[in-house]
């Protein structure tokens, strides 16, 4: 598994995970795994407010594996699993910030 580091991360989504991991402490702690959720609807079909397709946080006691999966640290030291939704460039920047009520966004390259 690759582990990457030109990974930044907005205040927004740092409060996302801080509040995320207060709420699911275990012992021994769990790990965290983003997962892509592209849909999110009402038992009527209709899309949930405040829903945009993106990551969502899920703790889990076993952390996904394979080669498809990449680690990445967060500036506090928090470790999480994802699979990015694009080929990944080590040579470019990357950030996680909010993207609505429920999800996160990872990616594209920040341009500067």
């Known amino acids: 598994m690759r582990q990457i580091h030109n990974l930044e991360v907005t205040e927004r989504a740092q409060a996302i995970f801080r509040r995320q991991q207060e709420l699911h402490r275990a012992d021994p ?4 795994a983003l997962h892509y959720m592209p849909t999110f609807v009402n038992a009527d079909g209709s899309a949930v407010e405040g829903f945009a397709p993106g990551y969502t ?3 889990v006691a076993q952390p996904p594996e394979g080669a498809e999966w990449l680690r990445a ?3 506090d030291g928090t470790e999480f699993r994802f699979m990015p939704k694009f080929v990944w460039r080590a040579d470019e920047a990357y950030l996680v910030d909010q993207a609505s009520d429920y999800t996160l966004s990872l990616g594209p390259p920040v341009r500067r």
């Open 57 to 59: 946080i899920d703790f």
């Open 29 to 32: 702690p769990l790990s965290i």
């Open 73 to 75: 640290k967060l500036p």
